[in-house]
């Protein structure tokens, strides 16, 4: 069975975002571009909340057309046009979206359908309130955080409303000479 994995950067007090959604304060340079440019190019489907998914249709289908474009907007373009997406919204309609599938109902029962599908980890591109609604029921399988070296003191958490302990288990980490760092953990089941 296919494992979602959550792909996120926090601060390390825990926030995502800052109060009014901010990310400024995320550091990705060319040696995090190259690390999670390789890891996402092996998985073949991406979840998104709607926000999320809004923002990333209005930059990535064209990024690789841009003549300022760098090597990772090249990259992860392509990618991004041939990924599988999905994406929890109750107010996109899914008319006339290439590659894309949209879950507005019955979360639980179709995510567990698209994780009996064929195909590689379904990852989990930020999106702080469709995180909370698959860790409140279960979905999630792991954890792939990039801890940026900042505490912002409020914002929005990474983790909120959490029923139930969820036991983690260390798969690995890595600091990156930006000071910031992976940390790659899978819930045990």
Known sequence: MRKIISFMHMSLDGFVAGP?????????????FDYVGKR????????????TYQMMESYWPTAADKP???RHDIEHSKWYSNVQKVVLSKTIKDENLTNTRIISDNISDRINEIKQEEGT??????????????IQLNLIDGYWLFVNPIILGRGIPL??????????????????????????????R
Request: negative net charge; hydrophobic residues 40%.
């Open 20 to 32: 009014a959604g901010e990310m400024d304060w995320i550091k990705v340079d060319e040696e995090i």
């Open 68 to 70: 300022t474009a760098i």
């Open 159 to 188: 983790f909120a409303d959490i029923k139930d302990k969820i036991k983690l288990t260390l798969l690995n980490s890595r600091q990156f000479t930006s000071g910031v760092t992976e940390l790659n953990y899978i819930a045990e």
């Open 40 to 51: 996402i190019s092996e998985g073949d489907t991406a979840l998104y909340g709607r926000v």
């Open 121 to 134: 980890d379904i990852l989990l591109f930020g999106s702080p309130t469709a995180t909370h609604t698959l």
